[in-house]
Nanobody, 123 residues
Framework: EVQLVESGGGLVQAGGSLRLSCAASGFTFDAHAIGWLRQAPGKEREGVSC????????YYADSVKDRFTMSSDNAKNTMYLQIDSLKPEDTAVYYCAAAWSCLMILTTTPDYWGQGTHVTVSS
């Protein structure tokens, strides 16, 4: 059974930082694109970041690429999202995801999703 379990969310003041983690199991971690999605209150889902399974390159949405950094540890089947300089508009449920391509994650159509972790940024 495929499982993706997020952790690390919470309530943070604007300008602060968080590190989200995602523990994965049930699929070949290093053969999939892996990344993150988010959904803010009252808004549509958006792709946040992805690491390609073919060349290892990282991709970010324009709205986050100066502040968010994604990484992974293949030995632990775990991915991370370091979020710095948080803004109130970053408030959302953050989901980790896996797919056969980064395009599927960035367009919010991954093969596998987690259940999400809440990030709330106060002003």
């Amino acid at each position: 059974e495929v499982q993706l379990v997020e952790s690390g969310g919470g309530l943070v003041q604007a300008g602060g930082s968080l590190r989200l983690s995602c523990a994965a199991s049930g699929f070949t971690f290093d053969a999939h694109a892996i990344g993150w999605l988010r959904q803010a209150p009252g808004k549509e889902r958006e792709g946040v970041s992805c690491i390609s399974s073919t060349d290892g390159k990282s991709y970010y949405a324009d709205s986050v690429k100066d502040r968010f950094t994604m990484s992974s540890d293949n030995a632990k089947n775990t991915m991370y999202l370091q979020i710095d300089s948080l803004k109130p508009e970053d408030t959302a449920v953050y989901y980790c995801a896996a797919a056969w391509s980064c395009l599927m994650i960035l367009t919010t159509t991954p093969d596998y999703w987690g259940q999400g972790t809440h990030v709330t940024v106060s002003s």
